[in-house]
């Protein structure tokens, strides 16, 4: 059985920085695409930034420059390392991962398999 688990969310101050984690197991993540995705109040889930099978990351506007995705296998685990926080990143952040693409699609034009529960970012200004 595939599980995710989101940890290290938090509240911190606008221009600060936390670190994501995400424990995979039930499945070998060097097998997956896995990616991170938020969802702020009243708002739409997006993507975060994803990692590919080929181990290439890509990342949504909002995120780049100031976030870096990383992917331990052994550890089987998914970092999101963020920086320079604003009020506008605070959401559920999610960490998914899915067996049948060699992409994940950032822009969730197609489905995900497997899901987190998230763990909680808040920004104060």
């Known amino acids: 059985q595939v599980q995710l688990v989101e940890s290290g969310g938090g509240s911190v101050q606008a221009g600060g920085s936390l670190r994501l984690s995400c424990a995979a197991s039930?499945?070998?993540?060097?097998?997956?695409?896995m990616g991170w995705f938020r969802q702020a109040p009243g708002k739409a889930r997006e993507g975060v930034g994803v990692?590919?099978?080929?181990?290439?990351?890509r990342y949504a506007d909002s995120a780049r420059g100031r976030f870096t995705i990383s992917k331990d296998n052994a550890k089987a685990t998914l970092y999101l390392q963020m920086n320079s926080l604003k009020v506008e990143d605070t959401a559920m952040y999610y960490c998914?991962?899915?067996?049948?693409?060699?992409?994940?699609?950032?822009?969730?034009?197609?489905?995900?398999?497997?899901w987190g529960k998230g763990t909680l970012v808040t920004i104060s200004s």
């Open positions: 998914a991962a899915d067996p049948r693409w060699r992409q994940c699609p950032l822009n969730l034009t197609y489905d995900i398999a497997y």
């Open positions: 039930g499945y070998t993540s060097r097998n997956y695409c």
């Open positions: 990692v590919d099978l080929d181990g290439k990351t």
